[in-house]
Nanobody, 128 residues
């Protein structure tokens, strides 16, 4: 059974940093495209960042470019989201999701496709 577990959320002040982790079990991430999403109550879920399987191509929503970095460690079966220079508007529940590679260019297509597995989410709160 495909399972993803997020961790690393918490409360930080504006300008602070958090590092989210997404650990996979029941499957290996090597051939999966991974995305990080976030959702605020009352708003639609938003794709934040993604990383492809083979060439580790990455992409980001404009609002986090230059501040967030996605990476993967296939040996640890884990994907990370380093979030720096956090702003109050980054406050949300963050989810990771995975889908088997479809040999498509890039990874941003993951933001609008049904995915194979989702984590339970981890809350990141940015507040002074």
């Amino acid at each position: 059974q495909l399972q993803l577990v997020e961790s690393g959320g918490g409360s930080v002040q504006p300008g602070g940093s958090l590092r989210l982790s997404c650990a996979a079990s029941g499957f290996t991430l090597d051939y999966y495209v991974i995305g990080w999403f976030r959702q605020v109550p009352g708003k639609e879920r938003e794709g934040v960042s993604c990383i492809s399987d083979s060439d580790h191509n990455t992409d980001y929503v404009d609002s986090v470019k230059g501040r967030f970095t996605i990476s993967r460690d296939n040996a640890k079966n884990t994907v990370y989201l380093q979030m720096n220079s956090l702003k109050p508007e980054d406050t949300a529940v963050y989810y990771c999701a995975a889908t088997y590679s479809r040999s498509l260019r890039g990874c941003k297509w993951i933001f609008s496709e049904p995915l194979d597995a989702w984590g339970q989410g981890t809350l990141a709160t940015v507040s002074s």
